[in-house]
């Protein structure tokens, strides 16, 4: 079932969508440089907003915006001078942020600096490193494996890491009153379809519909960075967020599957109940996920702080799907008639939010997030406002993208083995997830008890976590 679309020209719109996809989709975009300008610029092209630069070494909360990452070439040649790897072919051979260089080396050498899938061999991975210095490639496995181990390879990195800036775009749209709610998404992903290009042309397909139509509440629309974008927005904006009642990340909109649901932390707020409402109308055979602490920039938005309500709608969800954070992401995989869906989805929920009273809201503000329980295993984040960043204390892997995806099957257990924590073999693997819980409800009243009745982790792993994280100076013991 869809909705009827008033004032909307379905098939200019879709004929829209498919030239957006067709020209953001090879843009080299990561969470700084020209790829992020561009695809920017390209949306303004359709619906007006604001173009912002936030300057390199920038302090927010515990975080440095860092310098600007951009790249003019890199490819790998074999000993006879053929090029085998070109990262004009596809920019996901390149590991975002890899700094340059120029060298000549052992397929063994090489080997250290390569990325593949072999449970899903003709993919390209989709690898990061941002805040440790380091170079890479990103090979589908069935090539790779053709390489002949006794060559030698010239890897060459036309790159550049320099102070410049962190882009992102924003657009508040003024409604009768002054209570918000936030639409927001993330710009940095290269040629990957479903996440994310799907919602950065979704975000501008809707705010420029919101703008045509007359409004009770007030709107406000940023499309930054993932984590290191909104945590900055977050710290140049405390005060605006005192109005915003809650909001939606625009994530993974277009795949072929059924539509889903991910919960806000509160799971019962109003937010929830409107989403939920307008899916049943539409889409009755939706899913109906629970919120989790590895999604996207919800955790910074409902973070001890902040903490607003952050809602998510996808079709074929982060995580669950086979091709996420891979190559065959891509415009096969998606089509602008689920991207129109999924629009339509949220000018629904926009309309129900618009006849929904204020005090409608006001009821969850006192409410409490979960029942909480007198203990002695209360703590209090001493980085309330957003997500600390883990990495630099080395609790993070230093290279991403590989987390929670279908293909890679390697469990990194880095942080188990500095921990040196004993395991159920059932929680193997499951540190980064329990640490982001706790940081997550370390707000001085919810107990390590409340927190393993939540996420299913027993009370003795979360306690030998907690430990660690006192010791890092990220919590403290406060009952």
Known sequence: MMFKSENIDMKQLTNECD????????????????????????????????????????????????????????????????????????????VSYSVPINKKISYHELNE????????????????????????????????????????????????LEPGSLTFGESVIQGKSDKEFLFTTYCCHPSMGNDNLSGLILWALLLRELKKRKRNYTYRFVVAPETIGHIAYLSQNEREMKNVEGGFILSCVAGPDKFSYHSTFMENHKIDEIAIE??????????????????????????????IPIGTICK?????????????????????????????????????????????????????????LKSNHTYLSKNPYCEPMLSKRNLYPSKGGMIKQHAFTERNDHLEQAYSIDLNKKFQGQTLDAIRWILFYSDGKTSLEKISEITNFPVDFLVNISHQLEKVDLIELIS
């Open 19 to 94: 030239s957006l996809l067709r020209k953001l989709f090879p843009i080299c975009r990561s969470i700084t440089g020209n790829g992020v300008r561009k695809s920017l610029s390209i949306l303004k092209e359709i619906v007006d907003f604001e173009i912002k630069e936030i300057p390199s070494g920038t302090k927010c909360y515990d975080w440095i915006v860092p310098n600007e990452w951009n790249v003019n070439e890199a490819f790998i040649k074999d000993s006879k001078g053929r090029k085998i790897v070109d990262f004009t072919e596809n920019n996901l051979h390149l």
């Open 113 to 160: 600096h390569v990325d593949t899938l072999p449970n899903l061999p003709d993919a390209i991975p989709y690898r990061t490193s941002y805040y440790k210095k380091y170079w890479g490639f990103c090979i589908a496995f069935d090539k790779y494996d053709k390489f002949d181990k006794d060559d030698t390879y010239n890897v060459y990195i036309d790159s550049t």
């Open 316 to 372: 074929n969800k982060f995580f669950e799907y086979d091709y996420y954070h891979t190559s065959k992401d891509n415009l096969d995989f998606i089509n602008s008639k689920n991207l129109i869906q999924t629009l339509q989805v949220y000018l629904k929920i926009i309309d129900k939010l618009e006849n929904t009273l204020e005090t409608d809201f006001r009821k969850f503000k006192s409410k409490n997030v979960v029942n909480h």
């Open 278 to 307: 307008a899916l049943k109308e539409a889409y009755p055979d939706f899913t109906h996920y629970h919120f989790d602490i590895n999604s996207g920039d919800e955790k910074q938005y409902s973070s001890p702080y902040f903490r």
